[in-house]
């Protein structure tokens, strides 16, 4: 049982493209992590949030806590955006992060 | 700088020779816990600490040792290491034990068990 889907698995878009990368869960949650893991694997944290919507230059995400959905949007997307996004509920009675599998992103020029 | 620091970033070892990873993160963190990412399974928990002295399992904790004897150091044991432990190893720190806070990555070790 995936406690945690992301859609799609893999997307490729051209440079400019509006993408959104969507996450469903099935547990109840504090908060929800939207990380970014380069292709050398390094791994970093993009958002964090509990409700409503956040923004970071090009990158806005959004979640329903009631729907249990989140959104990652990027706008005007560059091959330097190419990477594997992950959503990462925050839940359990330690507030462990739970994974999604990702979503390999690569931008084309 | 605020940082995750693991070592080695690298390692190829033997089946059963013992080894440690180390973790420091220099943010005062409560939190802190050890990944492994594998190819189809994405990251899994292996052990996390709430605060110095008190660990607990994750996910994915057998074949695995954790120790917290001070709060910025996390180093995962590999008493006998067996070929399925090859994987990708992250740590990863917060603050706020439990409450939802930024995680920081390290930049992961590799390991290959032979």
């Known amino acids: 049982k995936n406690e945690v889907e992301q859609s799609p698995q893999n997307l490729t878009a051209q ?33 964090m949030l509990s409700s409503g919507k956040k923004k970071h230059g090009r990158l806005i995400a959004t979640i ?6 989140s959104s990652l949007h990027i ?4 091959p330097r955006d190419s990477a594997v996004y992950i959503c990462a509920p925050r839940g359990g009675s330690q507030g462990n992060l739970i994974f999604g599998k990702g979503t390999k992103l690569s931008v084309k020029p | 700088e605020a940082q995750v620091t693991q070592n080695p970033r690298y390692l190829i070892t033997v089946t ?9 993160q220099n943010m005062n963190h409560e939190y802190m816990s050890w990944y492994r990412q594998d190819p189809g399974l994405g990251l899994r928990q292996i052990y996390y600490s709430m605060n110095v002295e008190v660990t607990d399992k994750g996910d994915v904790p057998e074949g695995y040792k ?15 290491p067996s070929p399925n432990q090859t994987s ?3 740590c990863a720190s917060s603050s ?19």
């Open chain 2, 66 to 80: 954790v120790s917290r004897k001070e709060k910025r150091n996390f180093p995962l044991i590999l008493e006998s």
């Open chain 2, 88 to 90: 990708l190893y992250f």
């Open chain 2, 16 to 24: 059963g020779k013992k080894l440690t990873v180390t973790c420091s």
């Open chain 1, 75 to 78: 706008t005007a997307s560059h």
């Open chain 1, 64 to 69: 329903n806590i009631q729907e249990k959905h």
């Open chain 1, 15 to 47: 440079e400019g493209e509006f993408i959104t990368i969507n996450c469903s869960y099935s547990v109840g949650i504090s908060a929800l992590h939207w990380l970014q893991q380069h292709p050398g694997g390094g791994i970093v944290s993009l958002f």
């Open chain 2, 96 to 114: 706020g034990a439990g409450r939802a806070e930024t995680q920081y990555f390290g930049p992961g070790t590799r390991l290959l068990v032979l």
